[in-house]
């Protein structure tokens, strides 16, 4: 498994042994201890957001391994929980030697607005969702969405009635930020049509999906002197839903860029409860992300004369360049030289971001920074693979929010049925 992949395994109680509520771990995957060749690894297994316990071994010593892993009580989680047989788990690889267990809520259905090139929807499929009705109107993200998911995106969305998309669990849409016209005289009486928010408006109206995600820049706090988000969460709160928002970076998540953006996530039911996912301090080197310059395509070395100012720009600096790095240049002409990726950017300048300050990321390396699995398809020119990224979510971002999502529905459901179940006893009593 590399990191940002999750994986789903069957519960079943033979992974106790003798009764003493300790998970032997040997019975899900072996690849779950081996982790790859290096030959020491330090491996921490996350249970309900927090770090439950640290493992040390030496690859190769498998009997030492399985011993330490049977010596783990997994016996909270699993009462906690109440999982049962035949229930599934999902495990998150959420860094090399980091994985997150979560009890499975179902195999849930959800839409994709805005779809991109399908981050949110690789985020959800990560825990179990089932994508059945996605909507981008751009036409080079329809080819390279057909490309990695067999099906081409509905169109714009604004033309499509809302009795045409089908029924779903959750919503998910990143949109973008729009101003909201004040109709009459009628003092903070906002309009929504004619604004891409009207369209999630009226499809949450409709549908009624008990949960959603939608994703916007960081400044969607203060867009319009706040008024956007003011008006949208007012909106939200008049469908009828409980509604969290936070800004988070995909630095914090297991990818290797600063993207700070603002997230909100909204359930039906007031009673559920919550919580954005813990960060996870950690990130991929540059060098498992950048290729080699002399296999690349020559056209994204930078010119000399990029090259030359750069350098004097840095040496007026004082600033010590190290590599491999990531060179940005923002608009007052400073040039930050970091071990990770600023925030890519579809429609920022042509040499903003320089690979080791020599040339541009290539479109595996900018899908790389958000997270995208290696046998994600680029089948449309680098000018298109580049808006396309830029545009995008950070795939394990999303993946954390969705498993936190999830967590709070099943708990959700099984207090349901808890208070059906207390309900129909007392009735029965009596």
Same mark, same amino acid.
């Given at each position: ?40 690894? !330090? ?6 957001? +927090? ?23 997994? !016996? ?69 969405? *057909? ?13 499509? $009635? ?5 029924? $779903? ?38 549908? /009624? ?17 706040? /008024? ?18 936070? #800004? ?10 600063? /993207? ?44 000399? !004369? ?27 002409? $400073? ?10 950017? $579809? ?31 680029? #089948?449309?020119? !680098? ?24 967590? +709070? ?13 207390? *309900? ?7």
């Amino acid at each position: 498994m590399r990191y940002s992949e999750s994986r789903r395994v069957v519960f079943d109680n033979k992974l106790y042994t003798n009764g003493t509520g300790k998970l032997n771990l040997e019975f899900i995957d072996d690849e779950f201890f081996r982790l790859n060749n290096r030959e020491y690894h !330090h491996l921490s297994v996350i249970l309900d957001g +927090s770090t439950y316990e640290e493992i040390r071994f030496k690859i190769g010593e498998e009997n030492t391994a399985k011993n330490i892993l049977q010596n783990i009580n997994f !016996h909270d989680f699993f009462t906690s929980n109440r999982i049962s047989d035949g229930e599934e788990i999902i495990i998150i690889r959420a860094t090399p030697n980091t994985f997150i267990l979560i009890p499975l809520w179902k195999t849930f259905r959800f839409i994709d607005l805005f779809a991109g090139i399908g981050g949110m929807r690789l985020g959800f499929e990560n825990v179990g969702g089932k994508c059945v009705f996605s909507s981008e109107w751009d036409k080079d993200a329809q080819i390279t969405y *057909k490309a990695n998911f067999g099906e081409v995106p509905a169109g714009d969305i604004t033309s499509i $009635h809302e009795r045409e998309i089908p029924d $779903h669990d959750i919503l998910l849409a990143g949109f973008p930020c729009q101003p909201f016209s004040i109709i009459g005289n009628r003092k903070g009486f906002a309009d929504t049509r004619g604004t891409l928010f009207f369209d999630i408006e009226r499809i949450l109206r409709f549908k /009624r999906p008990i949960a959603f995600l939608l994703e916007n820049v960081k400044s969607f706090k203060t867009h319009d002197k706040g /008024r956007t988000c003011s008006i949208i969460l007012s909106k939200l709160n008049e469908l009828g839903y409980k509604t969290y928002i936070t #800004v988070l970076n995909a630095l914090d998540y297991g990818v290797a860029q600063k /993207r700070e953006r603002t997230f909100i996530v909204g359930f039906q039911d007031p009673t559920i409860d919550f919580e954005f996912p813990k960060p996870y301090n950690w990130y991929p080197d540059l060098k498992d992300i950048i290729e080699n310059d002399m296999t690349v395509d020559k056209t994204l070395m930078a010119s000399e !004369h990029i090259l030359r100012k750069r350098k004097e720009r840095i040496k007026e600096q004082g600033t010590v360049p190290f590599y491999p790095s990531m060179w940005h240049e923002n608009k007052g002409g $400073h040039i930050g030289i970091k071990n990770y990726s600023y925030a890519l950017r $579809h429609n920022a300048s042509y040499n903003y971001l320089l690979v080791n300050g020599r040339r541009r990321p290539t479109g595996r390396e900018m899908l790389r920074f958000q997270g995208y699995p290696e046998n994600y398809k680029i #089948v449309v020119k !680098h000018s298109a693979i580049r808006a396309q990224a830029g545009n995008s979510v950070a795939i394990p971002v999303i993946t954390a929010i969705a498993a936190q999502m999830c967590k +709070s529905l099943r708990n959700r459901e099984l207090g349901l049925v808890k208070k059906i179940m207390q *309900k129909t006893i007392f009735e029965w009593v009596n």
